[in-house]
């Protein structure tokens, strides 16, 4: 350690929890010193010729010198294929059990002595090396895998392994989870370690809290995803392919993912973006649905101080007339910064002042991180330290209770990969219910532990159950925030099975969206930040996490009254939209930027209530097919390159396209359309895409487009909803779905269907099923 990093650290935290952190950071290092087993001397192994082919249900077995591959194509076209013999199962990311195999797809030879299994939407073809080829029904290659390459210790132990790949050079990569220089990943090297990057982020940093090895590439030759099922540290290399001029060749793109160790398996799907996006929802399970009121304006604060200070902050709202869901408390409102607890001398009488709020449509949520304070006397701790033989806390290898620096102190971590451990944290959230919280949000929980150099987590080699099979950090890391929320969620449908819980977390893993959303974390204030809180949602809503959202305003420091209305702008129209800032970072209440600032926020706040309805069709379209509410403007269109290319709008469901104005002083901005006509909400001008227009973006809004004949339900004048349906063009009709929420319980939503057309200069609105009035009222515009 470095005298800086000691200097740093008391800076940061004070002497005594800076004292602390080095404290911690040793002892971590000297945990994993005795503990990691050295790599000494290892062997290199690739799988070698292959021997002999075995078919079997949906696929096969084909069996190289030195190593086995297996290929599977489940029934709904997901493909799945590992080395050295690895199972899909155990996986955190799939929900419940393997799909079945499809009947109709078998192993047959190839050509040059390789072998495939064709299927409805993929073939796989494996050469005679062991290179893997994922290719249309028509024959195009999407994806190359080079045989891929193992290196072993020669003592024993996890080996190490690396996958290299190559797309069409006009691919473009997208995903990897929250990933703020997206969403589309240029050149460079991508780590997968979910990390807390210590107080604020911009564009430049990597890796984030949520990190997850699934890949979306787009390509003029389709579209698929390939998920690598290992939640070991690792990092994946990306380099975009280039396409020669002339007579040149083509250079094509690359990806290299190296892991630390763990099994080398992987699940496929291709078709269309939309298709792609259900199969990876039918494998990782639906997206849960969130209760209606979470789709309105939420306002959190670290530092509300008091229930007074709450009750001000609601009451400005209410006497300047916005719109507000729910209303955050951070740490402070806990004793002592202890989860499960209140500090009843500023806090007296939660339970009041929640029933106080409910009664005028405002819901309570808390915070709640994983990091339980080592204090004997502290009820959560002593509960849990007899949970089962060994109680609920993670163990270094000797079998020592783990111990970090959080907020609260000294601190122990529960085990979440311990199914007993899940049951008891998910029993504790029967206290905050009791409180009067509708809701809860996990913090903290990648796992943090504040050290002054190296990660700031637990030690890589301290021990943890995973479901009964053993393991260490290095696995277990990844998936902990995942876990948490399991434990969180089933905790609290089973303390509520009437309501559907509301639980977001900002650490997770692929399939985290069964259990909620996530937002961006600590985001930097400033213009960088707010072009990396679009950046994160797109991102996140690819790899199958529709609900998401940033800290409008950024988390540290006091926006300008310009930024905070172009953040306002765009988290008016993301999933969830809420306000946060740290203790010291200044306010993020409207009416705190002057006149102008609140009458522009009011505006957004106002178009976010009349589309609630719309929200509620996007989450209850989500859960049933995955898509997700925002979507990069080539969802519909991912063979258009100049639309691969834009990062700056996004597609609002299929109706909206969105153009947020991130660049300070903007009064125009460019914005590329898709394919069709497009109407400017604002002025009726119409436009036809595909092209590039340039629209006014006074501070007052930003520029929204419907799209032609488009069917869209909003919230009429009078609160009821109604169909706003855009004109289509002569010649070409239109429509869209309504799919309104039925309450916060779990009674099924009715889809409806309508179709829309232009007949003698007349808008005709038709619904599936429905003969005559479609029983909503309508309002065309655009004619």
Known sequence: MEARDLVRSVRMFGSVRGLRTVRSALRRRGADARALPRRGAERARVPGPLVEAEPGPGGGVVRFARSVLRVRVAVGGAVFWSWDGADPLPSYALAGTVPEADPRAALEPDKEGGWQVVSERLTFAVSRH??????????????????????????GGDAR????????????????????????????????????????????DDPLYLTMPVQLVVADAGTHLVFHDNSWSGRVTLREGEEGA????????????????????????????????????????????????????????????????????????????????????????????????????RFPDLPGLARELREQGVRLVSIVDPAVKAEPGYAVFDAGAAVGDRGAFVRDARGRVVRGEVWPGECVYPDFTDPRVREWWGGLYEERLAQGFSGVWHDMNEPVSFAAFGDPTLPRSARHCLEGRGGD?????????????????????????????????????AGMQRYGGTWSGDVGTGWPGLRASLALVLGLGLCGVPYSGPDVGGFDGSP?????????????????????????????????????????????????????????????????????????????APGDRALRACEDAFLLGDALLVAPVLEHGADRRAVRLPRGRWYDTATGEVFE?????????PLSRVPVLARAGSVLPVRGAGGDVELEVWAPAAGRGGGGLVVLDTGDGRARAEVERYSTRLVDGRVVVEREGVAGPVGRPVRVRGL
């Open 130 to 155: 062991g290179a893997v080829e994922l290719r249309t029904p028509g024959g195009v290659v999407l994806r190359r895998e080079l045989p891929p390459r193992w290196w072993e210790p020669v003592a």
């Open 560 to 636: 300008s009254p310009e930024l905070y209305v172009r953040w306002f702008q765009l988290g008016a129209y993301l999933p969830l939209f809420r306000t946060h800032a740290a203790m010291d970072a200044g306010r993020r209440e409207p009416w705190e930027f002057g006149s102008r600032a609140l009458e522009y926020a009011r505006a957004a706040m106002e178009e976010r209530e009349r589309l609630r309805p719309y929200f509620e069709t996007l989450a209850q379209s989500a859960a049933l097919t995955g898509a997700p509410y925002v979507r990069p403007l080539w969802w519909g």
């Open 473 to 509: 950090h290095r696995e277990a890391h990844n998936v902990y925030g995942l876990a948490m929320a399991r434990a969180g969620y089933e905790g609290l449908r089973r303390l509520r099975p009437e309501e559907r819980p509301f639980l977001f977390s900002r650490s997770g893993w």
């Open 161 to 204: 392994w690396v996958q290299r790949s190559e797309v069409p050079a006009d691919a473009r990569f997208f995903g990897l989870g929250g990933r703020a220089s997206g969403p589309r990943l240029r050149d460079g090297v991508y780590r997968l370690w979910n990390t807390d990057p210590g107080g604020r982020f911009g564009p430049a």
């Open 689 to 697: 895409g595909p092209g590039q227009v340039l629209l006014d973006a």
């Open 246 to 345: 002339g007579s040149g060749h083509d250079r094509p793109g690359t990806c290299e993912v190296r892991m630390d160790g763990g099994p080398l398996r992987c699940w496929a799907v291709a078709g269309t973006p939309a298709r792609v996006l259900q199969g990876w929802t039918a494998l990782t399970g639906a997206p849960a649905l969130p209760p209606s009121w979470a789709l309105g304006a939420q306002h959190a604060r670290w530092g509300f101080g008091s229930e007074r200070e709450v009750r001000r902050i609601v009451a400005g709202y209410r006497e300047r007339g916005l719109p507000l869901s729910a209303v955050h408390l951070d740490i402070d409102h806990f004793d002592g910064n202890r989860a499960f607890t209140v500090d009843r001398g």
